[in-house]
């Protein structure tokens, strides 16, 4: 490759990492990449469709799709608000709706869930309220808040011809209860390192492809200083100004994850690994193994390549099963189960 340009070298090599994720029984000789892809579309859970309200609530996506627009223009946040909500519902155990509970056993509660983004929670509630008014009440909280999540995405940049495998199930019932702690436990948190970010996903059936796109999220939303705090090396004076912003009293101002473009969705979290100045400590870990760091270099190189990459495995986060997705209900709160006042995880007596 001596008489390639740099440009030349660098296409030649993406098309060997493209060539592995499509085609990887015929790249045995780089087997650390034939583990390299999304698998495509995961199978669709029984009972569940990609149109299923296309004649009982045919202006779905419509309304969802405007309340999203107006939420976006009063509060650009709420973007990184519905992709968090969205994750940390999808990965206990499946889109089940379960986190929108509130309640003295609510997940909202737990550590991994603190700070979610109040006005995200309180958009799914009025998206259900309108759809509910228009259809009856017959789409659960669980499609609407992976549809305001699709949405969301969409319009924050990512062109929809670059979001063909971003298929969500539809059909979901609501969950009955919250998820239990040690469910919620799995959720990775901001201080792994990067072998047991691997496992966390791998746990749930997503691989180094989906860890890689899906922490591509951060190019939007803001961490507290408790997430990075325990952030070290790499970078001393970029950790050293993240930790001297923590200072400021009474209250520490809440530090963009995309240090770059921190209301664009982009390529631009992963460029920022490359300068050292990711902000979490599980970020820079993705720099650490050689094979996930090539696509750190990958998707920085070829933001086109990321959003189609982060579409597919959002859609595989959205296949994510835990009990059967038919088994639940269609809740009139999304923040209540109904009729039923909340006591435990996964147990209920009757209100009054």
């Not at 030349?8 to 060539?19: K, S």
């Not at 597919?312 to 009139?332: D, F, Q, W, Y």
């Amino acid at each position: 490759m001596a008489g390639l340009s740099r440009a030349a070298m660098l296409a030649t090599t993406m098309g060997l990492i493209v060539a592995a994720l499509l085609f990887p029984s015929a790249m045995s000789t780089r087997p650390s990449l034939i583990s390299m892809t999304t698998g495509g579309v995961r199978q669709l859970p029984d009972g569940l469709s990609y149109d299923f309200y296309k004649d009982t609530c045919p202006t779905l996506e419509i309304m969802v799709r405007e309340a999203v627009e107006r939420a976006i223009e009063s509060d650009v946040g709420v973007v990184a608000g519905l992709l968090r909500i969205f994750f940390h519902d999808c990965f206990p155990q499946g889109c089940d709706g379960s986190i929108l509970l509130t309640g003295a056993n609510s997940e909202l509660k737990m550590p991994q869930n603190v700070g979610l983004r109040q006005s995200a929670l309180d958009l799914t509630e009025s998206i259900r309220e309108t759809v509910h008014q228009e259809c009856g009440a017959i789409v659960s909280c669980a499609d609407i808040s992976n549809l305001a999540t699709k949405h969301a995405v969409m319009q924050s940049g990512v062109p929809g011809n670059l979001v063909p495998g971003y298929l969500l199930p539809l059909g979901r019932k609501d969950s009955l209860g919250p998820a239990t702690t040690q469910q919620v436990r799995t959720i990775p948190s901001p201080d792994l390192d990067v072998n047991q970010l691997v496992e966390a996903f791998a746990s749930r059936g997503l691989n180094e492809v989906d860890l890689v796109a899906l922490s591509g999220a951060h190019t939007i939303g803001k961490a507290s200083c408790g997430s990075f705090m325990n952030r070290e090396g790499e970078n001393d004076e970029f950790v050293q100004r993240l930790k001297n912003n923590c200072t400021y009293f009474p209250v520490a101002p809440l530090q963009d994850l995309d240090v770059t473009t921190p209301n664009t969705f982009d390529n631009y979290y992963y460029k920022n690994l490359q300068n050292r100045t990711g902000v979490l400590h599980s970020d820079m870990q993705l720099t650490l193994n050689a094979t996930i760091n090539q696509l750190v270099d990958f998707f920085a190189a070829d933001q086109g390549w990321f959003f189609a990459t982060f579409s597919t495995s959002m859609s595989n986060l959205a296949h994510l099963e835990g009990k059967p997705a038919i088994i639940g209900e269609v809740r009139r709160n999304c923040f209540k189960v109904n009729g039923l006042e909340l006591t435990a995880p996964n147990t209920f007596v009757a209100s009054a």
